[in-house]
């Protein structure tokens, strides 16, 4: 009996250790295929990264070009707004100048003017005519005086129905030459503008007497001898005086007292002061 359970001792510890290492061998074989699956999964997401990297960069640098066109595009934009709000701060700064000027009506107010606006000036003839937008249905004639607040720009030379054209005193076609006034101390100064100096840009009478002594900064004003203009429109100053080329008599520069090269209102003289009848004629007390 011994000897049978000394016997089973042994199969049966035989038993155990072929159990413990059929369970070791296939622990080892399931770890074994862990790592190696870890090892499969690792690569393959390695990889992943190494060709999404690239794609990543190349999909991030558009965005950022994108990006970057947009804000050029906003920027430009906003420089273009800028230099709008620039010009329209400087056209409404010159119109409000003007509206300054016009509310002045004092000195011309006696001509019963009417306002007009420069709708055409071509840039061959640009120191010669305008156009303005009033015509004959507004009362417009030849010969008939077109001034500003600040003088005389020229008159008018053309009438249509509903526009005109106005010869400048600056123009260098003049059919007829303009007689002026320049006023001095005690007596006044008769002379004849006859050309404008392009070079100058002055205004020109010649032929003035030696005997006279013409100061700079003299007014000079329409006379309303022959040309149809009313008296006493200023027309500028003296700016330099000198002899002509014999010596034998003396050149005057006049300087406009309305600046002829940018015009945009004018008013048209619809009347002269001399026609307005006194208290006296009126029948007034």
Known sequence: MSNFFKNNKLVFF??????????????MRAQSASLSEQYASDTSSFGGRIVSYPVTMVSNFFTNLTTSEDDVKKLKEEA???EQIKADKARLE???????????MKDISQFNPISATVIARSP?????TIIIDKGKKSGMK???AVITSEGLVGRIKKAN???????LISTSVKTSKLSVDIQQEGENVFGMINRYDEEKGLLVISDIDNKYKIK???KVVTNGLGDQLPKGLLVGEVEKVENDEYGLSKVAYIKTSTNIKDLSH????NRDPETIPSADESGEE
């Open 216 to 218: 700079k900064g003299s």
């Open 142 to 144: 030849e010969n008939m």
């Open 80 to 82: 273009k707004r800028t």
């Open 266 to 269: 004018v008013y048209v003289a």
């Open 94 to 104: 010159k119109e409000n100048k003007e509206l300054k000027k016009e509310l002045d």
């Open 14 to 27: 035989l038993i155990s250790m072929v159990l413990l290492i059929v369970i070791v061998g296939y622990s």
């Open 124 to 128: 061959d003839q640009w120191m010669n």
């Open 161 to 167: 129905q509903f526009s005109s054209q106005v010869e």
